[in-house]
């Protein structure tokens, strides 16, 4: 007791409590941690310390308020929860050691595969043969190779010649080069021949299921040691999502170790507290994800859905701030559209001329377009100048405005009304969605602050950043 007393004092004077939230106490290195993130050098809307409390004090009480709520015991957010909080954990399973052993791994296997007779790099010409060649198709391919070989023989260049004459689409374009290659990639006629070659000798014409090829040796070698290829294996590995295979063989031994009586999550979740007891940074970013999806879930339901959804509390937000909400040029709200038949010009005016704005889509769907014959194409929304060449022209009255035709479709139209000025919150949804939203959240915070208590310990505040 007297060393949990001790230890308990310790902590107390080396990170004291900076402030007290709905009963919590909050570390003044919590509060740092917090601040040093959100206030870097590259921060536009830098704050003092100062300014900063009322935004965390904040940001604490919206996530009581998410607890209270119980948003944390439910499975969506634990799976979430656990996702973020593993993406940092799994990493600190694998050692540089661990990867080490994967590559010289991978290097083993790859000298094993290439065997004893190396690797070469050689070059062909191709002249292919149909799979059903007939005889005079098979006698032409021959008499083309041989007519090759010759050329080679009287000393005529191997690449100018495969990318006058190759086959091979892939190599042709590189003077018939090949790259690198070992026993087991190529078909066996073609195989056996390239590895019966020295280096810069010249192969007779070789039969393979391809066709025939001429092949020239280039270089012979033996793979290079380890340490020549460590790097790019490292590089190809982190590629491939080793770790993360290292990580679950790891987990899966000390499942079976343990005669399955914990489970990998179980383990995950140790591995969590071990590594925020012994690293602050940790705590606090595991506790970040903790806390900011509590934030994120709670101002969802409470704020920006609930806002974003509820027409007629947008409707009454845009009536009483009317005045708020100007543009610096008229908007068309209306369609351009084009038609095949000049009937249509009127029918489709005719078709929503007494229906709501919202309604006008489902309204033209299901007159004009309904069954298989597709009779008009429409552009709806609110338009400012610029935004449509038709409006442009026959509503905006921009003389030079070039009205690309749509094909099929002879006839242009538009049909809507100039405004000077929103009539609707559906003209601005965005804004008014935006500014309601900013309204309840500062109705929300106010029921917050008068439900939770709050103490501010202002002598350690001005120690932040400064012990």
């Known amino acids: 007791m007297l060393l949990v007393a001790a230890v308990t004092a310790q902590a107390q004077t080396s990170d004291p409590v900076v402030m007290t939230v709905a009963g919590v106490d909050v570390p003044r290195s919590e509060f740092e941690y917090s601040y040093n993130k959100n206030n870097t050098d590259g921060v536009i809307d830098k704050k003092s310390v100062e300014e900063y409390v009322d935004l965390f004090v904040n940001y604490k009480l919206k996530v009581q308020a998410a607890l209270d709520a119980r948003i944390d015991t439910t499975t969506a957010y634990l799976t979430e929860f656990a996702q973020y909080r593993d993406q940092q954990v799994r990493p600190t399973f694998v050692t540089d050691d661990d990867m080490l052993a994967e590559a010289h791994e991978v290097y083993d296997q790859t000298l094993k595969n290439i065997g004893p007779d190396g690797l070469v790099m050689a070059g062909h010409i191709l002249i292919t043969i149909p799979q059903k060649a007939t005889d005079a198709q098979q006698r032409d391919a021959k008499r083309r190779i041989d007519s090759v070989y010759t050329a080679l023989q009287a000393g005529a260049d191997f690449e100018a010649l495969a990318k006058q004459v190759s086959q091979d689409p892939g190599s042709s374009q590189r003077g018939g080069m090949l790259g690198w290659f070992s026993r087991n990639q190529m078909v066996k006629e073609f195989e056996d021949a390239a590895f019966s070659l020295q280096p810069d000798e010249l192969s007779k014409p070789v039969l393979s299921p391809f066709g025939w090829h001429i092949i020239k040796m280039k270089e012979r070698k033996q793979l290079e040691p380890f340490e020549y290829h460590k790097d790019n294996i490292l590089r190809f590995l982190d590629q491939r999502g080793a770790r993360n295979a290292i990580t679950d063989r790891k987990l899966d031994a000390l499942v079976k170790a343990s005669g399955n009586t914990v489970t990998k999550e179980h383990l995950l979740e140790q591995r969590a507290d071990s590594l925020a007891a ?86 033209l769907r299901t007159t004009f377009n309904g069954d298989s014959v597709i009779r008009i194409r429409v552009e709806k929304g609110l338009f400012k100048k610029g935004d449509n060449a038709l409006i442009d022209r026959e509503e905006f009255k921009v003389r030079d405005a070039k009205v690309d035709s749509v094909k099929g479709y002879p006839i242009d139209a538009t049909y809507g009304k100039m405004l000077k000025k929103p009539q609707d919150y559906t003209d601005v949804r965005g804004l008014v969605v935006a500014d309601l939203q900013d309204e309840m959240e500062r109705l929300w915070v106010a029921d917050l602050r008068k439900k939770y208590p709050v103490t501010i310990n202002e002598e350690v505040l001005k120690t932040v950043n400064k012990h």
């Open 278 to 363: 012994a690293n602050p940074e940790m705590r606090y970013l595991i506790k970040e994800y903790h806390d900011g999806l509590l934030l994120y879930e709670i101002s969802n339901q409470t704020i920006w859905d609930k806002a974003a959804k509820d027409e007629e509390a947008l409707a009454r937000y845009f009536k009483k701030n009317k005045k708020k909400y100007r543009w610096d040029e008229p908007r068309f709200k209306g369609m351009a559209y084009h038609v095949k038949d000049e009937a249509d010009v009127k029918a489709v005016a005719k078709c929503v001329k007494k229906l709501k704005f919202d309604d006008w889509n489902e309204a």
